[in-house]
């Protein structure tokens, strides 16, 4: 399924930032849904590919990174892609407002691992926005989910994806 987020009609152009991302809604044996924290918004585990980086090795990347569990391409189920346009991003490298261009490929992954804490590897600008990850259940998911964090960076772009994969994967 793919999901065109696009709400001022806007066309990209070569000034744009362009990202390619994966993010993976993860679900453990009892049901709960791995949810992390980063700068004061909730996300779900996963992050930029790499250029020459094809989705699936990404996310593989992407989860042991964040989790620690380390998960073979066939656990992964292509589940929603979604494209976003935005003219009004904060580029968190300069602090300036950018359009930005996203990409994002969701996965969906039903595991009986656990949050490896020990066997993570994270970002120094993951460490620095204090990011944190557990498996909630699904009332408490859609709950935190449905929170606007104004404060946070971007919250409106992270908001808006965060109720399609609800919307488009959770709710079903």
């Given at each position: 399924m793919k999901i065109l987020i696009n709400p001022k009609n806007l066309i990209p152009?070569?000034?744009?930032?362009?990202?390619?991302?994966v993010r993976a809604v993860i679900e453990n044996k009892d049901g709960c849904?791995?949810?992390?924290?980063?700068?004061g918004k909730y996300?779900?585990?996963g992050g930029k590919c790499n250029k020459d980086e094809d989705n699936l090795?990404?996310?593989q990347r992407e989860i042991r990174?964040?989790?620690?569990?380390?998960?073979a391409a066939d656990d992964f189920q292509e589940v929603l892609e979604l494209?976003?346009?935005?003219?009004?991003?904060?580029?968190?490298?300069t602090n300036m407002v950018r359009p930005?261009?996203?990409?994002?490929?969701?996965?969906?992954v039903k595991t009986d691992q656990t949050i490896n804490i020990n066997n993570m590897n994270l970002t120094e600008g993951e460490i620095k926005?204090?990011?944190?990850?557990?498996f909630v259940d699904r009332d408490t998911l859609f709950k935190m989910l449905s929170e606007e964090h104004k404060e946070a960076m971007n919250w409106q772009i992270f908001y808006e994806e965060n109720q399609a994969v609800l919307d488009n994967i959770l709710k079903k």
């Open positions: 152009d070569d000034s744009w930032q362009t990202f390619r991302k849904i791995a949810i992390s924290s980063e700068a996300i779900f585990p090795s990404a996310i990174e964040e989790t620690g569990m380390i998960l494209e976003t346009m935005y003219d009004n991003a904060i580029d968190y490298r930005r261009y996203t990409i994002t490929t969701y996965y969906y926005e204090n990011f944190k990850i557990c």
